[in-house]
């Protein structure tokens, strides 16, 4: 005798049933609009944080009223953050996002481009290219064979300068310039090719006996044969936004949806097996370099020093209340840091 059993009851609920939230009516001036503009948008960002699909969906649909990347400087604004937003969203969904998105990436030029507006709006990155090149070039001083191991992005802006370094200081020594071999790690195949023509070129310009060896893999797949150590060099790692992923959790949904509650890391077993690899390989230095927040967590903004409020219709990246940077649809400037202590 067999017995009819009920479905059991899905661990997430996907419908896109809207919530009774107050939506946006009558014609707005366009200053009321885009201060509305900015709440929807912060308001979202909330949402798509702590998985509130409804509730984001909602916004977005209120923001696609007012936002047009046709529009003014504030609704082209609008409607780019609320693509990225949609994207987050769609992202908790992982074989979703891919297929939605096969063979539809920028193109490498777009996105060299936006690395270099990006650079050169927000100058971090220089300062960490700056300070990593120093460090690099004293730490490798007098050394014959340097062996760099790189887990970073395909820029040429800390390697350049690096090779010149090591050129300068290569003339207080009889044996000239080293040789360098630079070992970088990454899936990006086609940024790494471009990132060794330019060295190559560099180093022959240099007279600088040179080497680059490209390594696609994952970080997290890295292991020590696959970085063919000598013995001899001088050993350097330097990674560059890289080691956070080896803190991740894993892919399920219920993470993907803050459904967990406990939010912190119960372990780095991915982070400690590569730091001992690390540690395995002797090296002279190792440099690295992550941002003061939390990649791998659903929250887009939180309870860290660096925060963004909205003040005028602006949005302000802050070192806890004190603004640092301002940016608003019209421009980007830096704000007077000399009350900002030390």
Known sequence: ??????????????????????????????????????????????????????????????????????????????????????????KRWPGLYKSLNNG?????????RAREIFERTFP??????????????QAMSGERVIHAIYLGSGSPKLWVPFLRGLQEGSKEFDHGPPHLKITCIGKDRE????????????AEILHMPFQFDPVIVDIRDLRIDMLN?????????????????LLTEDDRVESHFGLRK????????????????????????VLLVEQESNHNSNRLYGPCWFKVINVKGCLMICWHDRPIYCVSAWNCFRLPTNNIDD
């Open 191 to 202: 940024a790494q090719e471009r990132l060794g023509a330019v060295l190559a070129k560099e």
């Open 262 to 285: 406990n939010d912190q890391m119960k372990d780095a077993k991915r982070l400690n097996e590569f730091l001992e690899m690390v540690k395995s390989m002797s090296p002279k230095v």
């Open 124 to 137: 971090c990155m220089e300062l960490v290219y700056a300070v990593t090149n120093r460090t690099l070039v």
């Open 1 to 90: 005798m067999s017995s009819w059993l009920p479905p059991k009851k899905p661990d997430v609920n996907l419908s896109l049933g809207l919530p009774n939230l107050h939506t946006c009516s009558g014609r707005l001036k366009p200053e009321e609009r885009d201060v509305k503009l900015i709440q929807l948008l912060l308001t979202c960002a909330n949402h798509a944080s702590s998985g509130n699909l409804h509730h984001a969906d909602a916004c977005l649909r209120q923001i696609s009223r007012l936002a047009s990347i046709n529009g003014d400087s504030m609704q082209r604004l609008a409607a780019r953050f609320a693509s990225a937003l949609a994207v987050r969203l769609v």
């Open 229 to 245: 150590l000598q013995p001899g060099e001088a050993l350097a790692l330097i990674s560059m936004l890289s080691l956070h992923v």
């Open 104 to 112: 539809t990436g920028l193109a490498l030029c777009d996105i060299d």
